[in-house]
Structures are given as structure tokens and as C-alpha cells.
């Protein structure tokens, strides 16, 4: 299947803070009063039954660079996929910590965009299962029914299979193409992620995110996932990186036979390492940092790496004038 709309969507990469993904992306979205509702969440068009797998990503915890969500913003855009559901903002977060935005409408009166947690769907021709799209920001608030609700709707469109992007701070530098990782409760694509070299068991344990909640709580519906985690430049964290982005793409069309052709991020990513090396440049220690990360990358053929400890040489130092030296250059116009 060829992507739907020619070229990739630019002002992804331009604008700051909190964006509307169907705002930026152009795809339609029919917010009609009076749809069916369920509790905590507004339809906005007629529920499918035939979309046996979702793709999920949160803002947040673990989406270092922007990329799980920024990987699902361009499914969105790319398959023109029209929003299906929203859940509502109020009863899963605090609005004086993600607090809503005023934009000025093209027709000219002011909007109030909310904290979203949206659903879409792609219908494809006939023959073909749908697919449907979760993007939303990791609540606040009341996890499970947030997970509940979620899950619910997932199982009234006949989903049975969950793919979760996330991304990671991790020693990965930026010149070298991004590690992804994965793991599968789906026999058929844990033997895709081991036989493409991407699986790692997870030994973690510590604090977690809503993607492990909603996980966990799919697993005992019965519904198999699949997690896909790229890995970021620890110190590139506030920084969207469309180096990850595109990895994650990469993955996600693979496993899903989407068709998407990922090479159209190309250029952004070039840009942005170009712009990285600048800043790297500007500062030798920060230059043998790099160098040491390529030579363990290099050495471990790539496997995952922790990202180096907080209290390390030069860590704080190394993230505040790299970031400091991109944003300037935002400011500039030299945006990715």
C-alpha cells in the first residue's frame, strides 16, 4: 500500500509545545455534537468492527525525542486517517499541569485546545483489515479507568493485537543510525523481532508508564502486543529527533506491511545531525563524549546501552550546551 498524501508533514518539525496532531497534519476531523458516547469518551464518527490491531504511543515517560508520538503523528497524516474517538481531558489530568492552549482559528476567533487522547482509523480498500491509531498524552490521573476506557473501545473495533512505540535515553550517539528493541506476546511477531535482531527480554523494574498499564491490562483481555522502543541520545532529551522517528517508522511498516516509504524523512534527519555536529564542535570535552559512545556502539555492534549516569563527567554540562546551541539555532530559522 502507497502512502496517501505526498510528502512528509514539515511542521512537525517547527513548532513548539503541545500540538494538535490533526491541526499540524490536515486530516479531518468531524467533531459532530450528539454522537454516541461512552463513559469518558465522545465518538465522532461511526465505530468499525473489523480493525484487529491498534498502534498506541504516549507523550511523555517514554517518548524521548518526540518519537513514539511523532512516529504515530505521521501514520496519522500519512494513511489520512480521520479521528474516530476522543477521551476526555478532565477526568484524567491537571490542567494546571498540562494546561490547555489558545490558537487562533483560520477564520479568525480564538480556539481552546485541550490535553488529547484521540483515536483514528484507516479503512483501507477493500480486502484489507483497518488499522486503528492511538495517540494521547500519559494522564495524570486514575490510570486503570484510564486504561479501561481505552481498551474498551479498542475491543468494540475488534482489536486483538497492540503495537506500542516508545523511545528511550540511552548511550546511543547521534551518527550512528538509531538502535530499536522489541518484544512480543504474539508468537508470530516475537519470530519477526528475533529473526530481525531486535529482541531484548526486559529486566527492568523500577517506576513505569501508562503503556505498561495498558499493556498489562490488554494482556488479561486476551489481546497479544507487540512493544517497539527506540533508543535516543541522552543528551538530546528535549529535542525531537526524526533520526528515531524514522527507525520507528521503519519497524512499524515492516511488521505491518504499511508500504510507507520512510526515506521521505531523509533530509530532516541529515539536517538535524548536521545541526547536532555543530553543536558537539563547539566543545572538545563534548566531542570525546561522542567519540567514546560511537566507540562502544561500534563495539557492541550496535546493542542497546544505558544511557551514562546523571552525576557522570560532563553529562549536564554536555545536554545543556547542546540543546541550548539547536534551540538557538530554532530561533534562528534553522530549524529540522
Request: aromatic letters at 6%; glycine letters at 8%.
Amino acid at each position: 500500500m502507497q502512502a496517501h498524501r505526498a510528502g512528509w508533514c514539515v511542521a512537525l518539525f517547527h513548532e513548539g509545545g503541545r500540538r494538535d496532531i490533526l491541526a499540524v497534519c490536515g486530516v479531518s476531523s468531524p467533531r459532530t455534537p450528539g454522537r454516541r458516547r461512552m463513559p469518558a469518551v465522545t465518538f465522532h464518527r461511526e465505530l468499525p468492527a473489523n480493525m484487529p490491531t491498534m498502534v498506541m504511543a504516549f507523550g511523555g515517560w517514554i517518548d524521548a525525542g518526540e518519537a513514539a508520538t511523532g512516529a504515530l503523528r505521521h501514520l496519522v497524516h500519512h494513511l489520512a486517517a480521520p479521528c474516530l474517538a476522543s477521551m476526555d481531558p478532565e477526568e484524567f489530568f491537571v490542567l494546571t499541569q498540562a494546561r490547555p492552549v489558545v490558537r487562533k482559528t483560520s477564520d479568525g476567533p480564538r480556539d481552546v485546545q485541550w490535553p488529547q487522547s484521540e483515536f483514528f482509523l484507516w479503512q483501507p480498500p477493500a480486502g484489507r483489515a483497518g488499522l486503528l491509531l492511538f495517540c494521547g498524552m500519559e494522564p495524570h490521573l486514575k490510570w486503570r479507568t484510564y486504561a479501561q476506557r481505552l481498551l474498551d473501545v479498542a475491543e468494540r473495533c475488534g482489536v486483538q493485537r497492540i503495537v506500542s512505540l516508545g523511545a528511550l535515553l540511552a548511550g546511543q550517539p547521534h551518527t550512528r543510525p538509531p538502535r530499536v528493541t522489541g518484544r512480543s506476546t504474539d508468537p508470530a511477531w516475537q519470530a519477526l523481532v528475533e529473526a530481525w535482531g531486535m529482541y531484548r527480554p526486559s529486566r527492568y523494574e523500577g517506576p513505569t508508564g501508562i503503556s505498561t498499564v495498558v499493556l498489562e491490562a490488554a494482556a488479561r483481555r486476551g489481546i497479544s502486543h507487540l512493544a517497539l522502543m527506540g533508543q535516543a541520545p541522552h543528551y538530546l532529551q528535549g529535542t525531537e529527533n526524526p533520526a528515531v522517528i524514522q527507525a520507528l517508522l521503519a519497524v512499524v511498516t515492516r511488521v505491518l506491511d504499511l508500504g510507507l516509504d520512510v526515506s521521505q524523512l531523509d533530509e530532516a534527519v541529515q539536517r538535524f545531525r548536521a545541526r547536532c555536529d555543530q553543536a558537539v564542535a563547539r566543545d572538545s570535552s563534548v566531542e570525546t563524549h561522542i567519540r567514546q559512545l560511537e566507540q562502544d556502539y561500534d563495539a557492541t555492534g550496535g546493542e542497546a546501552q544505558h544511557a551514562p549516569q546523571e552525576d557522570a563527567p560532563h553529562s549536564a554540562q554536555l545536554i545543556q550546551e547542546v540543546e541550548d546551541f539547536l534551540r538557538e539555532e530554532g530561533e534562528r530559522g534553522g530549524g529540522v
